[in-house]
């Protein structure tokens, strides 16, 4: 059974860092993809970034691009994200998310790509 859990959140003044880490358990990365999600209260989930656990391609959303990173340790079974100049509207809570197979780069931030996810932590950045 694929199990994700999450760690790293906090609260961090604008302009601060986070890294978030992701552990799985049971989930093969040989041919699979995981991604990193957020929801603010009253949102829709958003998809922020993706990586192809392979090949290490990445895919990010546009208001992250430059300031976020994904990135993978298979040895520790860990997907991180590193985020940088954080802003309030980062406010959310994360979730890590994984399936097998494969999709495009834009399903990487679809919520319906995945069958897995953790429980989330929360990340707050105040003015």
């Known amino acids: 059974q694929v199990q994700l859990k999450e760690s790293g959140g906090g609260t961090v003044q604008a302009g601060g860092s986070l890294r978030l880490s992701c552990v799985v358990s049971g989930y093969t990365n040989s041919s699979g993809y995981m991604g990193w999600f957020r929801q603010a209260p009253g949102e829709e989930r958003e998809g922020v970034a993706g990586i192809f656990t392979a090949a290490g391609a990445t895919y990010y959303t546009d208001s992250v691009k430059g300031r976020f990173t994904i990135s993978q340790d298979n040895a520790k079974s860990t997907v991180y994200l590193q985020m940088n100049s954080l802003k309030p509207e980062d406010t959310a809570m994360y979730y890590c998310?994984?399936?097998?197979?494969?999709?495009?780069?834009?399903?990487?931030?679809?919520?319906?790509?995945?069958?897995?996810w953790g429980q989330g932590t929360q990340v707050t950045v105040s003015s």
């Open positions: 998310a994984a399936d097998h197979g494969w999709v495009s780069f834009p399903q990487l931030l679809k919520s319906r790509s995945y069958g897995f």
